[in-house]
């Protein structure tokens, strides 16, 4: 499935660099993080078609996904602050799946409104703050806080654009997803996976990737510390993201 880059990436300080790509995020208001690394590695693909990417930013999650999935799969992704969706659509650019991939600068409700059912997979690491004290950016207060996209806006989009035997994946704090869950369940979204995840073995879970489903399943429930008891990288996170950090 994965494509080799022709050149030999080198390291920069204007973006995170990864074995087959280079993602640039210093005009982005949230830069390259765990969180979207763990997403983009861990979100089924072997069914995806069509995929969508809601709030691309960079477009860490379409370079990612179009890595792992096969040739044929077509990758949108949709950024409403035009300085990220420029700068995703430079690293897509320069990926080895830029005929792949399309970047859209709009508003997911407003692509929302003309499409329907369109996609297998789509994915998302959306804002979860809830409106609080300013960030001092525009830009990055749109990123982070949910005034601009609520998770139910979110749910509704999706629901729309999603084939009926689609999976929407998402990434999200515990406590937010405690919250998120009972929400998706009341649009008829049903959790087929869900991976929890803690920043070292011996501390609970801080992050939870999910996957919805329409299609009412067993829940699969897993859990991944990211370093051990020694502060080392465990070896499932090790196992997860090796096709994308260098010196794994």
């Known amino acids: 499935m994965s ?30 993080g765990t969180d979207g690394i763990l997403l983009g590695a ?32 077509r990758i949108d992704a949709v950024e409403l602050d035009s300085a990220a969706s420029q700068q995703a659509r430079e690293n897509v650019a320069v990926s080895p799946w830029a005929e792949r991939i399309a970047v859209y600068t709009e508003d997911i409700v407003d692509f929302t409104a003309t499409r329907f059912s369109e996609y297998s997979l789509i994915i998302s690491n959306p804002p979860y703050f809830s409106p609080g004290i300013a960030c001092g950016s525009a830009q990055r207060e749109q990123a982070r806080y949910t005034t601009l996209l609520t998770h139910e806006v979110l749910l509704g989009c999706a629901h729309q654009l999603l084939m ?20 998706a369940q009341q649009h008829n979204w049903h959790v087929q996976q869900q991976l929890l995840v803690s920043e070292q073995e011996d501390r ?45």
Not at 167 to 172: A, G, P, R, W
Request: aromatic share 10%.
């Open 42 to 73: 861990w979100t089924p693909v072997s069914s995806a078609t069509r995929v969508l990417d809601i709030g691309s930013g960079s477009g860490l999650l379409a370079l990612m996904l179009a890595q792992r999935s096969e040739p044929h799969v």
């Open 164 to 183: 009926p035997e689609g999976i929407f994946c998402v990434v999200l704090p515990v406590q937010v997803a405690e919250h998120f869950i009972p929400l």
């Open 3 to 32: 494509h080799q880059a022709d050149n030999k990436l080198t390291l920069r300080r204007d973006g995170f660099t990864f074995k087959q790509f280079f993602v640039a995020h210093d005009r982005c208001a949230m830069k390259v």
């Open 204 to 248: 609970p879970a801080h992050r939870v990737l999910l996957a919805l489903s329409r299609e009412e399943k067993e829940c699969v429930s897993s859990w991944l510390a990211i370093r051990d008891a020694e502060r080392r990288y465990s070896t499932d996170f090790q196992q997860l993201t090796k096709d994308f950090y260098l010196f794994m």
